[in-house]
């Protein structure tokens, strides 16, 4: 039984973290069509923002809030930096460029911070635990999944009910015709940035929360992820992503718990194996999205 | 030509910078120390260290250019993965290479050649001395062992302390692979949790960034049972990522102790370190790389030259008597195997404290 | 030999709730120029689309000069001489016009000097020499339009299907164009298709007419015919347009 | 209410046009007429705010707009039906006409009536407004464009060729529109390739070649003119 | 070969033999290094411009074939006595095969190339996102394999025992040779039809171009470039491990092609040049900097930093890369002619 919980929620709670992760990136990746290799580094930055934070007398909520409006701010500056410029020119160039502005963000720690890991301060609720069903669970995990459902809500609501997911996808496909409408498309581009900051900075609550400690390179794995989740699911819709990221939380958690230790080392291997096995089933992913309106 | 260079390809980004930018910055007072006294063989000695980013490509690129700009010693990095191209460009162009704390076996005159050492104990020691801290000190039976499969270091720490612990009569419940950088410890964890018998110790070998995460996460489903590594340890990010209230019960074999208990000579140097460096050092791998430079001084001087031949065998044949303790070397037929004690510490209350020197008894064969 | 034509044999097509064609079938014999007209989102195009094979019809078969090739890929029918344009251009951008034309050369199987050959002779057919080496991205509208004809032309077609052809050229530039299509049907024996809504230059090129509105075939038959059926000037042309054209 | 003087415009190191001026008074109908790259899509381009010329001013209602973006002259009541049959292809059709009406979405009324009105006239549209755009026929999308410029109710409305790829039917149907247009006030600059049925229309014209103005003067006097093959060539 | 493809192919050799002759008689074995690795990583780019530049598609995996080049000729070269202590769990009917390196660079490209050739049928399919994203998976995939398949990489750790085999000769002689094929390759029949598919699928399928069966020949061609680039690498680096061919690696080969020009060869070949030569000066510089210690602490990740915004700035200057769409060659024949 504990067995049973315990893999429930571990599944859940890194479900929600992966949804989240994949869901600052389908806005960026699935709506604008940007590939954005600095996705990463906005957890980056709002991991040293917390650490640099630390030593101030702050509230932790407080401290949290300023790392989530960094975050922001980087998703922001990534878009002027990266992103404006070279924008709608070529998908490798926009690819090469973001992974240069990652690069210029990762060395910018190392050159200004430190290259070692630096411990953040985190609020002693997140490492408290609760016994559920006879196995001892980290509070931290519940929170997780407690905070993905929040921020799906506000997502949906703003992607849903509000103009904007529309004239974003607008303003990602015809640029120039969505101005022609009086789109402020740059505003709009930009706000989706801001969107994916939003979200990356939230992420790295909870994704700092389970490592504690922030190094230059921490943004890799939560990118991977994210965009694993995002391509599996659909990137062409928010409820894609989030099953995306759900999926990849059971079939990462199924193998760490069932594969014996020798096969465990290949768990990526398989992971992985399996993301091109759904890709050449289904390219556009499990999720279709709105009908796409290509045709002869 | 009125200098002497030292060229070094330590790691300042990276996985090994924690553990090479220290010993950078007590290489560096240890030639400004040797300088101040007047310099080694009438010359002034100028340490030339290109970042080797953690990666054993440009380690090996950046020996070369050390090299080519005349160095005639050779720093190189921890670890054999990482130190290991360093010491063979140094073996190359015929002259000495010290990594400043590998520890892995591997990283002996037979597989790097006869001009190459380590400064730090090798792992069979490291090992056995955790092994028999544990077994006879502390009477713990049984262990539960991790190993982080990412270097020659890790892989082999746990490898010789499980022979060791074995030998002596404990028995290991579960073996268990990680991965450094994988960041998600919830299926070892897991697997931990199910073991129908607790384990007296775990004994996890990995490094920062990734160890923080894995002892947050025992400690976090309150799993108390002690927990041992060895040199990697000595990090203050790991006791400041554990903090007072998961830093507790950590127990691991380290080179030395920051303080006039392991040698007094300790505070001299700590001074020097301040003065050139404005902090006080927080964490022993400052020491090696001082005592790596002494160490080569010394052999220099006693050889009269920086010739390759001439200072290895003025380091088989010699005792020195380093911050890091006594420290001798077997010949190059034996592989340059290091004899010297090592430094036990206790972390509580996310603060470590040296429990003594310690030496194995009897270490198995590498 | 028998039954030289491309043939669809009351096709459906269904796309999510709308029938875009219902029980349509269509002959096009070799040399001969075949109009296909009707209103805007009538299925002339997806008519196109299963010939070619981009759709894949619900029931209906597609024949080529007696054989079924309802199975097969667009690349495959290429093969056996069904070549199209696009309604909106479809040139290889960063190829230049030659190189463009002598693709489909080369992936009909052509040699490469071969393809060369071919490549001049169109060239000059369509006047298209002096943009020999431009990329096909600097092309104007009339010239892309004249490109892509003259590279499905290169596959040395058996049928040949075109969608709008003329569309965005100005009267001067449909005219020249359809003075190098109407001689190509005996040339060549090929059989065309033209879609296009320039009723003057359908009227003047097309051997044959099939109307078709909301999917169905309303009226085929001779060109005078066709376009006098009640049904098509209602769908279709508008009552004034027949009106004038009768003027003119 | 427009007038363009001595523009010139390009598109890096082309020139698509060298020297256009005109005029048009409120409530005009003007057409544009000349060869394939005349550069009257360019010119158009220029009014919208995309093309910002290199030369020369633009004034609307007698302010200088050369600077502004096209966010901006959209709020201004310039509308543009541009040549290239830019649907938002992943949009429905409800969606993209929504977007047309951007600018003035929180007048509910005012779009659901305009929204009425384009489905009157298209009723083709109607049917469709749950299908992406992408997905329509090529007529279909063209009247999908027109229909969305339409959405904004604009004052100065710009046609690129707005009868491309549309069934005689339509293309009647549209230059109805065109004309009832007009009466309601709208100022509107055409271009079409077909000259005969624009000039009829309209009240004046130009004739540009190879980026100048060839010849102006009202629709009747260029459409008496016998030379106008020679004029569009130049 | 036509006279422009001639000229391009004339400008290529030419800095690659001026270089090559610099270094080996200037004196600096830095530079002899720095040059050998610049002809390696220019065989590798060239690899990934074939698939790349005339597919259009982007490939992550590119640098998993180098490392299959690189892991199979090491096995067959490492000493017989050296290999106990190396692979301590080779598999036994490995263990006594030993081939000079030559023959065993050729067994890595060969190598490389099979695997490409048994994998990647089923991928080509896929266009756009769907694309790079199982490009970027195979490459995860392969890493994982070659982290964890001790038996014959040594796991994570480092390979060692590689004897030294590369000469600058052999880089300089391979990269020539990669550049030679590329160009033909290009303007091959396949080549074309690629270039094709890369403008527009659809159109070139309605006229018979077999779309899969295009981009694997590119993909293949592309993987026996990097695996014959893994396997020169390997001989001359002597020591490595599975980290070498991962995420970093793939984006300075990315990085180099993207900025030359992925569309051209003359553009890959000047993208290897332009960045091998910035991040050496670079370096070069930051260590002056480091070590004549003008700021009070070490500059570390200046180069990258550095280096960073340079890419930004050449990409949106020329989004398509320094050398664009057309070949040196036919550029500057127009040039010749117009005086
Ligand atoms: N992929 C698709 N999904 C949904 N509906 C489609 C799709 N393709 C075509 N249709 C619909 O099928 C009908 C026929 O379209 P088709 O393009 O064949 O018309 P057409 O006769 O060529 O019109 P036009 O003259 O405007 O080009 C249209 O109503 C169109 O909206
Ligand atoms: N995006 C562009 N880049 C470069 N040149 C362009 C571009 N757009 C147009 N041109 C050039 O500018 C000139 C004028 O083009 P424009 O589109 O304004 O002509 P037009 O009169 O509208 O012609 P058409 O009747 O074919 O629509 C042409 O020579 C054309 O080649
Ligand atoms: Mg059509
Ligand atoms: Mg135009």
Same mark, same amino acid.
């Given at each position: 039984m504990a067995v049973y919980v315990q893999f429930l929620i571990d599944v859940l709670s890194l479900g929600s973290l992966y949804a989240l992760m994949a869901l600052g990136l389908v806005i960026v990746y699935g709506i604008l069509k940007l590939v954005n290799f600095a996705y990463g580094e906005l957890i980056m930055v709002a991991g040293y923002s917390l650490f640099l934070l630390g030593g101030t007398p702050l509230?932790?909520? %407080?401290?949290?809030?300023?790392a989530v409006l960094m975050a922001i701010g980087a998703g922001i500056?990534?878009?002027?930096?990266?992103?404006?410029?070279? *924008?709608?020119?070529?998908?490798?160039?926009?690819?090469?460029?973001?992974?240069?502005f990652s690069t210029l963000l990762q060395n910018a720690a190392l050159l200004f911070?430190?290259?070692?890991?630096?411990? %953040?301060?985190?609020?002693?609720?997140?490492?408290?635990?609760?016994?559920?069903?006879?196995?001892?669970?980290p509070l931290r995990n519940i929170l997780t999944i407690v905070a993905a459902a929040i921020m799906l809500a506000i997502f949906s609501f703003i992607m849903k009910k509000t103009v904007l997911g529309l004239a974003m996808r607008a303003a990602a496909t015809k640029f120039t015709m969505a101005r022609m409408l009086g789109i402020p498309a740059n505003l709009v581009i930009t706000s989706a940035f801001a969107l994916s900051g939003l979200l990356a900075g939230v992420v790295s609550l909870f994704w700092l929360g389970r490592i504690g400690s922030v190094v230059p390179g921490i943004g890799l794995e939560p990118l991977l992820v994210a965009f694993i989740a995002t391509v599996i699911g659909g990137m062409r819709s928010l409820q894609g992503a989030v099953v995306g990221g759900f999926l990849l939380a059971l079939i990462v958690t199924t193998f760490n718990y069932s594969l014996p230790p020798e096969l465990l080392k290949f768990r990526d291997a398989f992971t992985f194996?399996?993301?091109?096995?759904?890709?050449?089933? *289904?390219?556009?992913? =499990? $999720?279709?999205?709105?009908?796409?309106?290509?045709?002869? | 030509e009125d200098e002497i260079i030292i060229g070094g390809a330590l790691s300042l980004t990276g996985v090994q910078a924690p553990l090479d930018e220290a010993g950078l910055k007590g290489a560096e007072v240890a030639v400004k120390a040797l300088n101040d006294q007047g310099g080694l063989l009438g010359k002034k000695i100028k340490l030339i260290n290109i970042d080797g980013k953690s990666d054993p490509v440009t380690v090996g690129n950046n020996a070369i250019n050390v090299i080519d700009q005349g160095a005639e010693l050779v720093i190189a990095p921890c670890d054999f993965d990482f130190g290991g191209p360093a010491s063979r460009e140094a073996q190359n162009a015929n002259i000495v290479g010290i990594s400043t704390c590998a520890s892995d076996p591997l990283y002996s005159s037979w597989s790097l050649g006869d001009k190459q050492f380590t400064l730090s104990m090798w792992n069979t020691a490291m090992g056995a001395t955790a092994a028999e801290y544990a077994f006879k000190e502390r009477g713990w039976k049984s262990a539960y062992v991790v190993t982080d499969q990412f270097i020659a270091y890790t892989k082999s720490l746990s490898k010789y302390f499980t022979q060791h612990f074995k030998d002596l009569g404990g028995e290991v419940v579960l073996e268990d692979a990680y991965t450094q950088g994988a960041q998600d410890f919830s299926a070892q964890l897991a697997r931990l949790q199910a073991l129908p018998e607790k384990p007296d110790v775990i004994f996890i070998s990995s490094y920062m960034p990734d160890l923080g995460t894995i002892i947050r996460a025992i400690r976090e489903v309150g799993i108390t049972t002690p927990i041992m590594g060895g040199d990697s340890y000595d990090d203050p990010s790991l006791f400041e990522a554990l903090g007072e209230r998961f830093g507790n019960e950590i127990y691991f074999v380290g080179h030395t102790w920051m303080g006039a208990e392991a040698h007094p000579d300790m505070g001299k140097f700590i001074e020097l370190y301040k003065a050139q460096h404005g902090s006080e050092p927080d964490t022993s791998f400052v020491a090696t790389g001082w005592d790596t430079v002494m160490l080569m001084a010394q052999a220099v001087k006693i050889a009269g030259s920086t010739d390759g031949a001439a200072v290895a065998k003025a380091l088989e044949e010699n005792e020195f008597d380093l911050l890091t303790g006594k420290l001798s070397y077997s010949n190059a037929e034996l592989g340059h195997q290091p004899n010297k004690s090592a430094a036990l510490i206790g972390i509580s209350g996310g603060k470590p404290s040296f429990l003594g020197w310690r030496r194995a008894e009897s270490q198995p064969a590498p | 030999m028998v039954n030289q034509s491309l043939k669809a044999n009351s096709v459906t097509v269904e796309f999510v709730g709308l029938r875009a064609l219902d029980?349509?079938?269509?002959?096009?014999?070799?040399?001969?120029? &075949?109009?296909?007209?009707?209103?805007?989102?009538?299925?002339?195009?997806?008519? $196109?689309?299963?010939?070619?094979?981009?759709?894949?019809?619900?029931?209906?078969?597609?024949?080529?000069?007696?054989?079924?090739?309802?199975? =097969?890929?667009?690349?495959?029918?290429?093969? *056996?001489?069904?070549?199209?344009?696009?309604?909106?251009?479809?040139?290889?951008?960063? =190829?230049?016009?030659?190189?463009?034309?002598? %693709?489909?050369?080369?992936?009909?199987? #052509? #040699?490469?000097?071969?393809?060369?050959?071919?490549?001049? *002779?169109? =060239?000059?057919?369509?006047?298209?020499g002096a943009y020999r080496a431009e990329l096909a991205s600097s092309l104007n509208y009339g010239d892309e339009r004249r490109v892509e004809i003259?590279?499905?032309?290169?596959?040395?077609?058996?049928?040949?299907?075109?969608?709008?052809?003329?569309?965005?050229?100005?009267e001067d530039e449909s005219a020249t164009l359809m003075q190098v299509l109407a001689r190509l049907p005996q040339e060549r024996d090929l059989g065309i298709i033209i879609i296009d809504h320039d009723m003057p230059l359908i009227m003047r090129l097309c051997h044959r007419l099939q109307a078709i509105a909301q999917g169905k075939t309303i009226g085929e038959g001779g060109v005078d015919e066709v376009r006098r059926l009640p049904a098509v000037i209602e769908a279709y042309l508008g009552a004034d347009a027949v009106e004038s054209e009768d003027h003119a | 209410m427009l007038e363009i003087e001595g523009i010139e415009l390009r598109y890096g190191a082309v020139k698509a046009v060298r020297d256009v001026s005109l005029r048009m008074e409120q409530g005009e109908l003007v057409t544009l007429l000349g060869a394939n790259g005349a550069g009257k899509s360019s010119t158009l381009k220029s009014i919208a705010g995309v093309l910002k010329p290199a030369r020369g001013t633009i004034r609307l209602d007698g302010q200088d707009i050369s600077g502004l973006s096209p966010e901006q002259l959209v709020r201004r009541g310039v509308a543009m039906v541009p040549e290239t049959r830019d649907v938002f292809p992943d949009l429905t059709v409800e969606e993209n006409l929504q977007l047309g009406a951007f600018c003035r979405r929180r007048d509910t009324r005012g779009v659901a009536a305009s929204r009425e009105r384009m489905f009157d006239l298209f009723p083709l549209l109607a049917e469709r407004t749950r299908q992406p755009a992408g997905t329509l026929s090529g007529g279909q999308q063209q009247q999908l464009v027109i229909a969305r410029a339409m959405m904004s109710d604009p004052r100065l409305l710009l046609l690129d060729e707005p009868s491309l790829g549309l069934a005689p039917v339509i293309v009647d149907r549209i230059f109805e529109m065109i004309v009832e247009l007009r009466q309601s006030g709208v100022t509107i600059l055409l271009v079409e390739q077909n000259a005969t049925k624009a000039l009829k229309i309209s009240d004046r014209s130009y004739v540009l070649s190879l980026g100048r103005v060839a010849a102006s003067g009202t629709s009747d006097d260029i459409a008496a003119r016998s030379d106008l093959k020679s004029i569009y060539l130049g | 070969m036509n006279n422009s493809k001639l000229i391009t192919f004339v400008a290529i050799v030419i800095p690659v033999l001026a270089v090559m002759l610099a270094a080996r008689f200037l004196g600096f074995p830095v530079f002899e290094r720095i040059a050998t690795l610049l002809f390696i990583n220019m065989i590798l780019v060239l690899g990934l411009q074939a698939f790349m530049g005339n597919s259009g598609i982007l490939s992550f995996a590119h640098i998993a074939f180098m490392g299959i080049g690189a892991y199979t000729s090491s096995l067959f070269t490492i000493p017989?006595?050296?290999?106990? @202590?190396?692979?301590?769990?080779?598999?036994?009917? &490995?263990?006594?095969?030993?081939?000079?390196?030559?023959?065993?660079?050729?067994?890595?490209?060969?190598?490389? @190339?099979?695997?490409?050739?048994?994998v990647a049928y089923p991928l080509m399919r896929l266009s756009d996102a769907a694309a790079v994203i199982t490009s970027f998976a195979l490459l995860v995939v392969m890493h994982t394999i070659m982290v964890n398949w001790s038996e014959v990489t040594n796991g994570p750790r480092t390979l060692f025992g590689v004897p030294k085999a590369t000469t600058i000769y052999l880089a300089a002689g391979g990269a020539i040779l990669a550049a030679l094929v590329a160009l033909y390759f290009k303007e091959s029949r396949t080549g074309l039809l690629l270039r094709a598919v890369r403008d527009d699928e659809i159109a070139a399928g309605a006229m018979g171009a077999n779309l899969s069966l295009l981009r694997w020949k590119g993909f293949v061609l592309s993987a026996l470039f990097a695996g014959f680039a893994g396997g020169l690498w390997a001989h001359f680096i002597t020591s490595y491990q599975p980290s070498a061919f991962y995420l970093k690696e793939t984006f300075v080969i990315l990085g180099m092609l993207v900025i030359g020009g992925a569309g051209t060869v003359s553009g890959a070949v000047l993208g290897t040049f332009v960045v091998t030569f910035a991040f050496e000066a670079l370096r070069a510089t930051e260590n002056a900097l480091n070590s004549s210690s003008v700021f009070p602490w070490q500059l570390v990740g200046l180069t990258e930093i550095v280096l960073a915004l340079a890419m930004i700035a050449v990409l949106v200057l020329r989004p398509g890369g320094l050398i664009e769409a057309e070949e040196f060659g036919a550029t500057w024949r127009k040039w010749r002619r117009r005086g």
């Open positions: 509230p932790w909520l %407080v401290m949290a809030a300023i500056a990534t878009e002027y930096a990266a992103f404006r410029p070279v *924008r709608s020119k070529s998908v490798t160039a926009v690819l090469i460029t973001s992974f240069a911070i430190s290259p070692r890991a630096r411990t %953040v301060p985190l609020p002693d609720i997140f490492s408290d635990t609760v016994v559920l069903g006879g196995a001892t669970i194996s399996l993301v091109i096995l759904i890709l050449l089933w *289904r390219p556009d992913g =499990l $999720i279709k999205g709105p009908a796409t309106g290509q045709r002869t | - | 029980n349509v079938s269509l002959t096009l014999n070799r040399r001969e120029i &075949l109009g296909l007209i009707g209103p805007n989102g009538s299925g002339k195009t997806t008519l $196109i689309n299963v010939l070619t094979g981009q759709v894949k019809p619900v029931s209906g078969t597609v024949t080529c000069d007696g054989e079924d090739i309802s199975a =097969l890929l667009p690349r495959e029918r290429a093969l *056996r001489g069904i070549l199209r344009s696009f309604q909106t251009v479809r040139l290889f951008s960063n =190829l230049t016009v030659e190189e463009n034309i002598e %693709v489909a050369a080369i992936a009909k199987g #052509s #040699s490469r000097r071969a393809a060369g050959r071919i490549v001049d *002779r169109l =060239l000059e057919e369509f006047s298209l003259a590279r499905a032309l290169a596959a040395e077609p058996k049928y040949l299907l075109l969608d709008e052809p003329a569309a965005g050229m100005n | - | 017989l006595q050296m290999r106990g @202590m190396v692979l301590p769990d080779l598999y036994p009917v &490995l263990k006594p095969i030993l081939l000079s390196p030559y023959a065993a660079i050729a067994v890595g490209a060969v190598a490389a @190339m099979l695997v490409a050739a048994l």
